[in-house]
């Protein structure tokens, strides 16, 4: 697979972006679930604190954000070309 989007093929570039960005922040959420864990388990508290579910939930709804907008952008770009007719060339 090659970095420069084919002819006629609009936002090759994008796809990348946006498989960065997801895989960037799912690493993201995996370092905090793993500090959230360990402190559950080695604090003298019990289980999870309010702030760690907090978190926790906040993190899981922005990856779904941004991954169901992204979604959405190329269903709705990939609809636009599909009512658009091509051009006919002079």
Sequence with gaps: MTATP??????????WVAIILAVGLATALN????????????????????NATQILT?????IIGIVGSYLGFR?????????????PAD
Excluded: C, K, M
């Design 58 to 62: 906040g993190w899981g709804g922005g």
């Design 31 to 50: 370092v905090i679930v793993a500090a959230v864990l360990y402190d559950a388990i080695f604090s003298e508290g019990p289980g999870l604190s309010e």
């Design 75 to 87: 269903a709705g770009e990939h609809a636009q070309s599909a009512q658009t007719p091509e051009r």
């Design 6 to 15: 084919e002819p006629g093929h609009r936002g090759g570039l994008r796809d």
